[in-house]
Structures are given as C-alpha cells and as structure tokens.
C-alpha cells in the first residue's frame, strides 16, 4: 500500500533484509542490554489507558491518524485490499480524553538522546493545538521518555514554549534534561499499570 503524507512525499517502510541460512551464515548476537527493556512508551500509554477505562478512573484513547483512501482492490467478493492512501491532515496531539470532569489532550515523545531532548521531534501545529487547548481549559501537556536512560517526565507545555520561544530566538534548539529534572515532573515504574501517568498530572494540577 502506498501512503503519502500532506506534502506529497511518499511514506517508504523499511523492508527487512532477507535471513541467512544457518548453514551459510553466523547470526548475529543480539544487544541484550535493550532488546529486553519492555514496551514502547506508546503501549505503556496504552496498557494504563486501558487500566483507567476498565476501573472507571478515566476515558482516555490514542487518535488515529486521519487517511484518505485513493486505491482499493477487490480480490475477492469479501475482500478489499487498500492500494493507495493519503494522511490526510497532520496530526495534532496523540492522545485525548476525559478524567476527573478535565478535558485530557497530550503528546508522547520518546528520545534515545541521554542529555537533551530534541525540539525537532515536536512539529508548530501540535504546539498550536496544545495552546488552543489550554486557551479552552482543558489539561495539555507532554509526557517525555528517555529510553536509553529508561526515565519519564511529564512536561508541561510553559516549559515547552518556554524553550520553543527561545529556540527561534536563535537559542538551543533541544531541551536540556537538567530542564526536565529541574522542572518537570519524573515518574518511577510501577507493576500495573507500568506507567501510571495520572498521578503525575494530578500532582501537576490539582495539588
């Protein structure tokens, strides 16, 4: 299937190189030292909105990305098959939902940066919609991984503008983690949900 994103450029997945035979070819060791670090921050995400669904604490879910389909097949009478498709508009924000009578909108990011967090990775029109948001009184901010420091952060989004406005001031454009230490919020692993990021918004509003 063929995806295109609004600017035209084409979306190419990776294809997986082809496997080696046993007989002809040595398979590599794997790097044990992050093959076993866990989920993605988007199934941690994931598996804690599902626990605040099921005992009734929040109805928050992950945004699917809006496509415009161009090209579906029928190989058979009871099948389709999508050929062409479009991302139709960009995406906002990656998660929304409602808790505790709050409108609940964020981004999660994940970095393998061990000392900052790129501001590349965050795109104007999210930073448009987060003020939006917050403008409406709804509960906006970001929740940041760095993975191979295997750490959490809430951030909220005056820190994130605080350092938007400053990059294109001609200033750094990555946010330093001593910023997230300093002032975010730093969330520790639980046993379930893994990641209960609840409790760090509601310390951040309404303590």
């Given at each position: 299937m063929v995806i295109k994103y609004p600017n035209g450029k084409v979306y190419a997945a990776q294809t997986p190189a082809p496997s080696s035979s046993p007989s002809t070819k040595k398979t590599p060791k794997k790097d044990v030292s992050f093959s076993n670090r866990g989920k993605t921050l988007e199934d941690e995400l994931n598996e804690a909105n599902d626990y605040y669904l099921a005992h009734k604490l929040a109805v928050i879910h992950k945004k699917p990305v809006p496509l415009q389909i161009v090209k579906v097949e029928y190989p058979s009478r009871s099948a389709a098959v999508v050929r062409e498709a479009y991302f139709r508009t960009p995406s906002t924000t990656d998660y929304n939902g409602v808790w505790q009578s709050r409108y609940i909108d964020f981004e999660a990011k994940e970095t393998e940066n061990k000392t900052s967090f790129p501001l590349k990775n965050i795109h104007p029109h999210q930073v448009a919609h987060?003020?939006?948001?917050?403008?409406?009184?709804?509960?906006?901010?970001?929740?940041?991984?760095?993975?191979?420091?295997?750490?959490?952060?809430?951030?909220?989004?005056?820190?994130?503008?605080?350092?938007?406005?400053s990059m294109h001031n001609g200033g750094r454009k990555s946010i330093p983690l001593a910023t997230f230490e300093q002032h975010c919020y730093e969330m520790t692993l639980g046993y379930y949900p893994r990641l209960d990021y609840l409790k760090a918004v509601e310390h951040f509003y309404t303590s």
């Open positions: 987060m003020q939006a948001v917050a403008d409406q009184g709804g509960t906006t901010f970001f929740i940041v991984r760095f993975s191979k420091l295997n750490r959490y952060f809430l951030m909220p989004l005056p820190v994130l503008q605080d350092a938007w406005q």
